[in-house]
């Protein structure tokens, strides 16, 4: 599934269009779910938490990207002051 090109720079145009193709996503997800033996409503809570936690992610960290690679922090140095040494 893809989702559409925005069509507007508009704020409140972009909220609807961002709005109605998630919709449309949600729709297609749940009717899969369904099709799996998911109840709507259990689906529905599962989702808004997954969006809820995906939004509090993006919130501490906007741009996981320019995080460095996990091969690229000395292991060592990324356990100072967790209690903890490995060997």
Do not use: C, H, Y
């Not at 893809?2 to 972009?14: I, L, Y």
């Not at 809820?52 to 140095?77: C, E, F, H, W």
Request: cysteine-free.
């Amino acid at each position: 599934m893809s989702f559409p090109v925005p069509t507007s720079n508009d704020p409140t145009r972009r909220f609807q269009e961002a709005t109605d193709a998630a919709r449309a996503a949600l729709e297609a997800v749940i009717a899969d779910a369904n099709a799996a033996g998911w109840g709507t409503d259990e689906i529905a809570v599962a989702l808004v938490e997954a969006a809820r936690s995906l939004k509090d992610a993006n919130t501490r960290d906007p741009d996981p990207a320019s995080d460095p690679a996990i091969g690229d922090v000395d292991a060592k140095q990324g356990q100072i002051g967790r209690g903890e040494l490995f060997d």
